[in-house]
């Protein structure tokens, strides 16, 4: 971007830039909580409906050698390679014992000559069959991470007169889709007149009150038909056309309006169809390199170099269990070291375990009703029944009448005296398919990016400093509002243009609000918790695909850090491990944990730290 001609910067609103500071720990006063002993005047937390501060907290300086994993302390410190040791083995550890591909990076600034500085390491087997290992330059399909993508998209399009994001998005889209081969019909035509009165803007940021699409029903959809894309036309013809509110009265989550603003992209940037829109293009720079980012157009993930393989387990998404066996098998022997030799018995865990649940009936398709007999009547009888029953993944056992029913899969539960569970089972690598061979199309502009995270941490760096949109663009896409409906993201949700508002949380050691580096808000010691923690409020979009993904993914402004963690498996792929065990993940929460507390600890020594075994 540095290169960019003068006359170009001339009239790029870009070029008003954003003030930074370099990386530390900033002390802020203003909070009902505890404040672990320091406390210094400054704004508080950014809320709902508000914009975050443009100017960064100062903190410590540090300096800056070269790009990737060279920093260096200009007071002392752990030096950076052994800090690339350290980050690559907390990687490759967690990686291993999950069996799966995990990446983490973080991207921090330098105060000296503002270039960013990425920490990063990646580990484990991006394909199983072959036994292709993970770099730094794997891209892991990530679905709602491109809204935040399409979003800069569009206020860069505004920036250079070519859309107006409070102008009817029908007027773009109408004309557009007469053109299509065959012709689209008019949005009216399956919307109603309402949808003349949803803009760019409303879309966005969620506030369109149009309903989204069934998600499970294009997975399976995908799944059968392995050498076709869903495209974005049939989403919208497919889905309830019924508006949830009046537009622009609510909020409600919907990866429909992502397609439709694809669609007002294309037509301001002349694109002939949806597949002819060149979206690092309309994202309007040129001179940024978005290596290690792509932007998958229709046919299978394998056509696209450098995206990884991605795993589920059976034949459902997020790493869900279904009911039928998998329909296609793929081993690797070293990734595969362990038999499982478990007796039915040892898989159901004991009458005190969490995946019990007491006073509730699990309704769903039952695959079996047995009675059962003493002395094997009773919950962890019934568990292990179920273990037995091809398909079973829940049971329900009611006392009164001895009956288990073994279920393939939950719909909805209800209040009883019964009690359910989860049944276990030992795995094979051969219980897991793999969405490589399938469309990557993902829903087009609402979810078909395949990123590495040092990529992405580099991005968001450059955004928050002011090289991708103007200063003004920023605060619009920083203006919050809470979504008034939903459940993922569930109702309150603080919801941008492109962008979530959420707090990045990791409990610290016991005795952690003695520490002098203990400091709000990064460091927080409220009444209410037995325990203090690191907070820090940020700003980003994870995403999702059906196997694989970035849930953890964002900018901090307190820290000035952007970070990401991506994997290929939700559900962990160690067959040494029962499901139950593999599905203890947590997002792989320990290795961002672990990754977080190495990255700040060597920023700021004092800071006290974390607790990870938690996770």
């Known amino acids: 971007l540095n290169q960019r001609q003068e006359s170009d910067e001339q009239n790029d609103p870009r070029t008003e830039r954003l003030e930074h500071s370099s990386l530390g720990i900033a002390r802020r006063r203003g909070t ?232 007002v992209l294309a037509a301001v940037t002349g694109a002939s169809s949806f597949d002819a829109l060149d979206q690092r293009a309309a994202l309007g720079v040129p001179a940024y390199n978005l290596s290690g980012i792509t932007f998958m157009g229709p046919g299978k993930c394998s056509t696209h170099p450098g995206v990884v393989h991605q795993y589920y387990f059976g034949d459902s998404p997020y790493g869900v269990r279904g009911g039928r066996p998998p329909a296609t098998r793929s081993t690797h022997s070293s990734a595969q070291p362990f038999a499982h030799s478990r007796t039915r018995e040892g898989l159901c865990p004991a009458a005190t375990s969490k995946s019990q649940y007491k ?72 219980d897991y398919n793999d969405l490589y061979t399938a469309s990557c199309l993902n829903g087009w502009t609402m979810g078909n990016i395949a990123a590495a995270p040092p990529a992405i941490t580099r991005f968001y760096h450059a955004v928050a400093r002011g090289e991708i949109v103007s200063a003004d663009s920023l605060r619009q896409m920083l203006t919050f509002l809470p979504l008034t409906m939903g459940r993922q993201p569930p109702k309150g949700t603080p919801y941008g243009l492109g962008l979530i508002n959420n707090d990045v949380y990791f409990p610290l050691v016991d005795g952690a609000g003695a520490s002098p580096g203990c400091v709000w808000p990064t460091c927080a010691c409220p009444e209410s918790r037995l325990a203090c923690y690191f907070n820090t409020t940020s700003w980003g979009h994870p995403g999702l695909d059906w196997a694989s993904g970035l849930p953890w993914l964002g900018f901090s402004p307190v820290l000035n850090l952007s970070y990401a963690l991506a994997f290929n498996a939700f559900l962990g792929m160690n067959t040494s491990l029962t499901y139950l065990e593999n599905d203890a993940t947590s997002g792989y929460n320990g290795a961002s944990c672990e990754a977080t507390e190495l990255v700040l600890r060597w920023l700021n020594p004092g800071f006290p730290a974390f607790n990870c075994s938690k996770w």
């Open 32 to 263: 009902p909580n505890r404040d672990c002993g320091r406390s210094e005047s400054e704004p508080s937390d950014p809320v709902v409906g508000s914009t975050y501060p443009t100017k960064m907290l100062h903190g410590r300086t540090w300096a800056v050698s070269a790009l990737i994993v060279t920093a260096t302390h200009s007071e002392g410190g752990t030096p950076p390679a052994e800090l690339s040791r350290q980050l690559d083995e907390i990687v490759s550890r967690h990686a291993a014992f999950w069996n799966v591909s995990i990446s983490v990076s973080f991207t921090v600034p330098s105060p000296e000559d503002g270039e960013p500085v990425t920490l990063a390491a990646a580990g484990g087997y991006v394909d199983h069959a072959s036994g292709e290992k993970a770099t730094l330059g794997s891209m892991y399909p990530a679905g709602s991470v491109d809204k935040f993508f399409t979003a800069v998209a569009a206020m860069r399009q505004a920036e250079l007169g070519k859309l107006d994001l409070d102008k009817p998005v029908t007027q773009y889209i109408d004309p557009w889709n007469a053109k299509q081969t065959p012709p689209n019909p008019p949005l009216a035509s399956l919307y109603g007149p309402t949808i003349n009165s949803v803009t760019t803007r409303m879309l966005l940021q969620m506030r369109s009150g149009l309903q989204d699409y069934n998600d499970s029903e294009i997975f399976q959809w995908t799944v059968a038909n392995p050498d076709k894309d869903y495209l974005p036309q049939m989403y919208l013809e497919n889905s309830p056309k019924g508006f949830l509110f009046p537009p622009g009265t609510g909020g409600i989550y919907t990866g429909n309006g992502y397609i439709l603003v694809g669609m």
């Open 359 to 430: 006073g509730f009936t699990l309704v769903g398709p039952i695959l079996a009703n047995i009675t059962l007999k003493w002395p094997e009547a009773g919950p962890h009888g019934c568990c292990v029944a179920a273990s037995g029953v091809a398909g079973g993944t829940y049971w329900t056992y009611e006392a009164l009448t001895r009956t288990c029913s073994v279920l393939g899969g939950v719909t909805s539960y209800r209040s009883s005296t019964a009690t359910s569970g989860k049944a276990d089972h030992a795995v094979t690598l051969g």
